[in-house]
């Protein structure tokens, strides 16, 4: 069996670098069926900002493989 999956919280690009974030509805309407609401997008608590959760993720990516490419570096470096 495998172990637990690891989970990150998202971060906004804002200045406050938050992680809290709320859903953001269109509110549709069909004279004959009613309203309903559908998800469309998410807003940074902090800034207020709908956020590009795509790009978020992108840039979390981005700073693993930068971070990886550190140790490698330092390992090369320090290598005997």
């Given at each position: 069996m495998s172990g637990p999956v690891e989970t990150?919280?998202?971060v906004c690009?804002?200045?406050?670098?938050?992680?809290?974030?709320l859903r953001v509805f269109k509110l549709r309407y069909h004279p004959n069926m009613g309203m309903r609401e559908e998800p469309s997008?998410?807003?940074?608590?902090?800034?207020?900002e709908q956020?590009?959760?795509?790009a978020m993720i992108r840039q979390d990516y981005v700073r693993r493989?930068?971070?990886e490419?550190?140790?490698?570096?330092?390992?090369?470096?320090?290598?005997?």
């Open positions: 990150k919280d998202l690009p804002c200045s406050r670098r938050t992680v809290h974030f997008a998410w807003q940074c608590v902090a800034c207020g956020v590009d959760t795509q493989k930068e971070a490419l550190a140790e490698l570096q330092s390992e090369v470096e320090h290598a005997p």
